[in-house]
């Protein structure tokens, strides 16, 4: 089984190390509410809510979002350059050593 570490900027500098499987598909939204992350995730994982939207600081180049994750992103009132809906983010071994921060809501 293979891991990847996923940073969680909590404030300027402060930064904590979380892990999770890449052989279970789960994305990051789960494993961010699995690690007590105050994220809502009111619409269950499927790009409908943005309650889970993160800005991606640092690490690998992930996937370009897709039309609904795009669709959602543009709703909101605050977009930022690295926004993406950390529902649509799957761990996979590629995703180790992102850096996020989550995003206000509302």
Do not use: F, W
């Not at 409908?48 to 800005?55: D, G, I, K, S, Y």
């Amino acid at each position: 089984m293979s891991d990847v570490r996923i940073y969680v900027e909590e404030a300027p500098g402060q930064r904590r190390e979380i892990e999770g499987p890449t052989d279970m598909g789960l994305n990051l939204m789960e494993l961010l509410k699995a690690s007590g992350y105050p994220i809502q995730a009111t619409c269950g994982g499927m790009a409908l809510c943005a309650t889970c939207h993160v800005e991606v600081l640092a690490g690998p180049l992930l996937p370009e979002p897709g039309d609904d994750e795009l669709d959602m992103l543009e709703t909101l009132p605050a977009v930022l350059e690295g926004s993406r809906l950390s529902c649509q983010i799957r761990l996979t071994p590629h995703t180790d050593g992102l850096v996020v921060r989550l995003a206000p809501v509302g």
